[in-house]
């Protein structure tokens, strides 16, 4: 049995893990399925029947012009999973240049690379797209680069005590003497060893670009107008959540149920990715 296998059931033998499992999978084959098909189409509105209530028409009813909720939520799901995967590539790059900076071997870039980590950290991350967004203006490609840098910063200060903790381990010690490059010793040594914080982290930082496009949608620096995705759904119903709930419920529903799944995703992939915590992966190396 491979490992992926031994990694997938243990998974899904924890609650958690067989929740994030099922939820994240629907989100994937949705995203799919909206590329080809919805039930309306995105732009067949009906003004006689706006913030109509759900029907077999319209499952989830309509919005503010009289288009179908569904049908926009489906396509959303395909821009968050983008927005999610893409801020994750980009946080994970940068926050692993980041930790290699930070635990190299030249002391004046260790300790240039943690000052200047601690200094950047402290920027929010509206901030940073409010800067974006003044020369290249409101897209997905702004909240990922702010999203990116950010959540970058964070996972290179987590990771950086484990790191650390491998780079002065006797086998990294032993691999330099024997003339591995410090890229070489980086990737197969101490990549791994902080690989189970990394996993957490980039979790999160899936979950939490989630709940960002929706605030940075809401602010006007998010993706572009008529541009689908589940922050779009909600900033153009929001106003009217004392007249209309039930139109800010689902896409507020659907942002809830998949961030918690991204977290709960972290947690249970890094405990089933770890030997010295799952048997099973130890017999099938």
Known sequence: MTAARVIVRSMWRKASGKYALIVLGIWVIVSLVSLVWTPHALLDADGFHAWQAPTGAHPLGTDGVGADVLSWLMAGSRTNLIIAVLTVIVAGVFGLALVAAMVSRASALRSTSVVLVDALISIPTVLIALMLTVPFGASA????????????????????????????????????????????????????????????????????????????????????????????????????????????????????????ALHLFGDALRDAADPLTNPELREAA
């Open 141 to 260: 490609a702004v909240i990922v680069a702010a999203c990116g840098f950010a959540y970058g910063l964070n996972l290179a200060r987590i990771v950086r005590p484990a790191a650390m903790l491998a780079a002065r381990s006797r086998y990294v010690e032993s691999a330099v003497w024997s003339g591995a490059s410090g890229m070489r010793v980086f990737l197969t040594h101490i990549v791994p060893n902080a690989m189970p914080v990394l996993l957490v982290q980039l979790s999160m930082s899936a979950g939490t670009s989630i709940l960002a496009e929706s605030g940075l949608t809401y602010l006007g620096v998010g993706v572009g107008a008529g541009v689908p995705s589940w922050g779009h759904s909600l900033a153009t119903s929001v106003k009217f959540i004392s007249i209309y709930p039930m139109t800010v419920l689902w896409p507020g529903l659907v942002v809830t149920l998949t961030v918690i």
